[in-house]
Every structure is written in C-alpha cells, then in structure tokens.
C-alpha cells in the first residue's frame, strides 16, 4: 500500500511531461505536413549517380 504514494505521483509527473512534450510539438508545427514528407520520397531526380570507385589493384599471390 505504501508504494502507491510513491507510484501515483510518478505517474502524475509523467503524464504531465508527456503532455508538455505533446503542446510543444503541437506548436512547435511537428503536426502541420503530414503528407509531403512521406511523398518527397517518391519524387525523382535529375542528379546522375556517383560514380563508383575503381576496383583495389590485385596483389599477387606471395604467400
């Protein structure tokens, strides 16, 4: 019974950091654009690839 004073308040002080954190992201514009961020990755560009590096020179064998 006693750890009940003692879990209630944790509790209490956790749900009121998770609700500041949740007004924060809220006004901060976390939530604003949910739609773009998830379609940028389908868009192509016209960038080429980097080329690759060339192969290492092959040692020979000197076991």
Known sequence: ???LLALIPIS???LGAAIWAFLWAVRGGQFDDLDTPALDMLRDEDRPAPPRAPPP?????GD
């Open 12 to 14: 209490l002080l956790l």
């Open 57 to 61: 020179p092959a040692r020979p064998d």
């Open 1 to 3: 019974m006693n750890i």
